[in-house]
């Protein structure tokens, strides 16, 4: 369940793992940096796990185990730097170590009135890593979801489904996600870290026509 715009402790725990794909791994990156309650889950987890591997090399496993890394816990997770929250131009680390240049250097798509893109990856399963640019005030076509999506919130702020949505914070959408519509917040430029697992439907003649084009 989603909190204050932030993931589910699970999202943590499968980044710690290496569980998730290279987009989604990147946006959970992401997110995890604008929010220390957050880089202290990863580091808990991070610690368990190299603890649960450290175990596994003897050749037997007693019963105090866990017991014995609950009570060594404290001690690694103090060994662990401290995850800067932003970068220099503003943007999570983890994504500023990606990017080639600030965001005014990469070459933006044009999608629609107010709309800018950038494809940074695509997978397998027609899975992409999008960043997303937004004019103040701007309505996004109204849309379903067809599969998960993710949208991180780096600039700016939206509104949608009566929620507010500003820098650091992420919602998630899915197949159960109908009728989506965020609007732009006035007299602010938004810019967003999105990855999508299939195109999503959206609603109307015109936005079937221009599907296609936009690429969403």
């Known amino acids: 369940m989603m909190q204050n715009g932030m993931i589910p402790e699970e999202w943590v725990v499968s980044y710690a793992a290496g569980s998730l794909s290279e987009a989604h791994a990147l946006v959970v ?6 929010h220390p309650e957050l880089q202290e889950k990863l580091a808990d987890a991070e610690a368990i796990g190299g603890l649960l591997l450290e175990n596994t090399e003897t050749s037997s496993v007693s019963d105090d185990m866990f017991n014995d890394i ?14 800067k929250s932003k970068s220099e131009n503003h943007l ?31 997978g397998p399963n027609d ?48 197949e159960h996600t109908h009728n989506h519509q965020p609007i732009i917040n006035e007299g602010e430029e938004c810019i967003c870290l999105v990855v999508t697992e299939a195109p999503i439907k959206i609603h109307g003649i015109v936005g079937k026509i221009l599907q296609p084009f936009i690429g969403l």
Do not use: N
């Open 29 to 34: 990156a992401s997110h995890i940096d604008y």
């Open 70 to 83: 609950l009570g060594r816990l404290d001690e690694e997770i103090a060994s662990f730097p401290q995850m």
């Open 92 to 122: 999570p680390k983890s994504l500023s170590d990606c990017l080639d240049g600030d965001l005014d250097d990469l070459k933006w798509k044009k999608m629609g009135p107010g709309l800018s893109q950038v494809r940074l990856w695509t």
């Open 127 to 174: 899975e992409r890593l999008w960043l997303l640019r937004a004019k103040g005030g701007t309505k996004v076509p109204m849309h379903d979801h067809r599969s998960l999506e993710m949208t991180l919130v780096l600039q700016g702020g939206y509104s949608a489904d009566g929620e507010q949505y500003k820098p650091g914070m992420i919602e998630v959408a899915d």
